[in-house]
Nanobody, 118 residues
Framework: QVQLVESGGGSVQTGGSLRLSCAAARSVFYLFARNGMAWYRQAPGKQRELVATITSNGVTDYVDSVKGRFTIARDDAKNMMYLDMLRLKPEDTAVYYC?????????WGQGTQVTVSS
């Protein structure tokens, strides 16, 4: 059963920008938001990496490599989470996943591909 759906990936050149979106049904989004949500990414041949987190109170945190370039946000009225990515670099190329937790279980979207060319 699909719980989270990402969108917004694509191909850009170095220095470009993208906004990723993550949607969930209202019936589950509030549970995810209450437990904190996150964006992860996985590049080819590498382990999945935590990129950004947002707590129930809206406190955010980022992996060092994206600090100052990426912004995670959540719109509870729209049941949406976002990742705004600026000044993209080739090393940002990966499949990006949104993550939420419910009853101690991790839920993942299907992923959206971000490709940054030099």
């Amino acid at each position: 059963q699909v719980q989270l759906v990402e969108s917004g990936g694509g191909s850009v050149q170095t220095g470009g920008s993208l906004r990723l979106s993550c949607a969930a049904a209202r019936s589950v989004f509030y549970l995810f938001a209450r437990n904190g949500m996150a964006w992860y990414r996985q590049a080819p041949g590498k382990q999945r990496e935590l990129v950004a987190t947002i707590t129930s109170n809206g406190v955010t945190d980022y992996v060092d490599s994206v600090k100052g370039r990426f912004t995670i946000a959540r719109d509870d009225a729209k049941n949406m989470m976002y990742l705004d990515m600026l000044r993209l670099k080739p090393e940002d190329t990966a499949v990006y996943y949104c993550n939420g937790q419910k009853s101690g279980v991790d839920y993942w979207g299907q992923g959206t591909q971000v490709t940054v060319s030099s």
